[in-house]
C-alpha cells in the first residue's frame, strides 16, 4: 500500500516581506525609544554637572560670606570683600524694565501677524522679527555701544528727564550713555523676537470658529481680541514672557558693552551698573585669587537658580495651558 508523500506549502513572498517589514518596525520602535531616552537623560545629567561644578566651585565664597553674599553690596576684590547685592539689583531692574517694555511691544506684533497683517506682508515681516533673535549678543552689544548709547544720552535721557524728572528713577542724564537704561533698551530688543514667535503660534491656534462668530455677532476686532483671542491664550503668553525673562536675566556680552560697570545701587535708571552675568563675563578670566573666582562662582549659582525657576514656572504654566485647551475642545 503506498502512502501519501506530505505537502509542503510555501508561504507567499509578500508574508514574507510583511513579516519582515513588522520585525523593522519593531526594531525600530525600540531604538527611537532608546535614542530618545538617551538624549534626555544626557540633558538632565548635563543640567547636573553644570549645576554640580557651579555649586562645588562656589564653595569657598558660600562658606565664607552664606547668605549675606545676596545682600551684601561691597566689591573689592583687593580686600577680599565680595557681595553680590549690586549686582543683583542690576539684574533685576534691567531684566524687569526689558519685560515690561518688549512684551507689549511682542504681543502686538504676535497680533498684527496674526490678525491683521495680509498675508504678504506677514510672510515678509514674521521673518524679520525671527532673524533678530539670530543676532550674535556681541554685535548686539557693540551697536548698542556705538550707536544706542550716544543716542540715548543726547535724546531719550534728557527727554525723560525733563518731562517725568520728578520720578527718581528718571534722574539726571549720564555723560556716556552707558547705563542701566541703555542695558534695558538693549535687552528688550533681545527679548521681543523670543516673545512674539511664542505668541503668534498661540494666537494662530485660537479657533476661527470662535472669532468667526464673534465678528458675526456684531464685535469689533478689538473685541474679538479682548474677549476671545488673549483670554484663551493668557497663560501661554504668560510662559512665553517668562521665557523671555529667562533670557534677559542670562544674557552677558551685551549687557557688559553698554551698562558702564557700576559699583553702587542708585535709584537712577541713567546711572551706570551691573548684573550677575556681567561680572562674570568680565572678571573670571582675570581673577585675583581663589575667594574671588570662588565668589565669582556663588554669582553663577544665583543666576542658575533664577534662570531655572523662570524656565520651571513657564514650563508650568504652559502644562496648564495645553491642558486647559485639550478641556476645552
Known sequence: MATASPTVQVAPRGAHVSRLRRRLDRFGDRALFGVCLAAALLAGATILLVGYQIVNGAQPA????????????????????????????????????????????????????????????????????????????????????????PFAQEHVEPFLHDHVGFLPIFGAPQTTGLSVFTASLVLTIMVIPIIASISRDLFQSVPSELQDGAAALGATRWEVVRGIVLPTTSTGVVAACILGLGRALGEAIAVSQVIGAGSQIDPNFFAPGDTLASRIALQFPGALTELHKASLYYCGVILLVLNLVANLVASWIGRRFSYAGAVAR
Open 62 to 149: 558660600i562658606s565664607k560670606f552664606g547668605f549675606g553674599f545676596v545682600y551684601e553690596t561691597t566689591w573689592q576684590p583687593n580686600f577680599g570683600e565680595f557681595g553680590a547685592g549690586v549686582l543683583l539689583y542690576g539684574t533685576a531692574v534691567t531684566s524687569a524694565f526689558a519685560l515690561l517694555l518688549g512684551a507689549p511691544i511682542a504681543i502686538a506684533i504676535g497680533l498684527f501677524l496674526t490678525l491683521l497683517a495680509p498675508k504678504q506682508v506677514g510672510a515678509v515681516i514674521g521673518p524679520l522679527v525671527e532673524l533678530l533673535a539670530a543676532i550674535p549678543s556681541v554685535i548686539l552689544g557693540f551697536w548698542g555701544l556705538l550707536v544706542l548709547a
